[in-house]
């Protein structure tokens, strides 16, 4: 399923027409952005949270010259899911 085929989805189920779930699944994800560019931590009850976790700075090989290069530390987004969806698809895959 792609970003279209959620709106699609979204607008069936929710007898919401197609800009307005567009307009409802954008405000979703720039809120979840947002609060994960001010290092906050998102939790959707059931569903997962949302987090931001930090790398350290490495020292790496580039495999085609072998040369030792630094990898910059980094902010990365992570997500952990909820034990409902855990559960939700587990039983789907033993049916």
Known sequence: MNKNDLIAS???SAGLSKSDSTRAIESLLDSITNSLK???KVSIVGFGNFSVSHRKATTGRNPRTGESIQIPA???PK???GKAL???VNVATTE
Do not use: P
Request: hydrophobic share 35%.
């Open 38 to 40: 001010r290092e906050e």
């Open 74 to 76: 980094s902010k990365r």
């Open 10 to 12: 979204v607008a069936s």
């Open 79 to 81: 997500f952990t899911v």
């Open 86 to 88: 855990k559960e939700a």
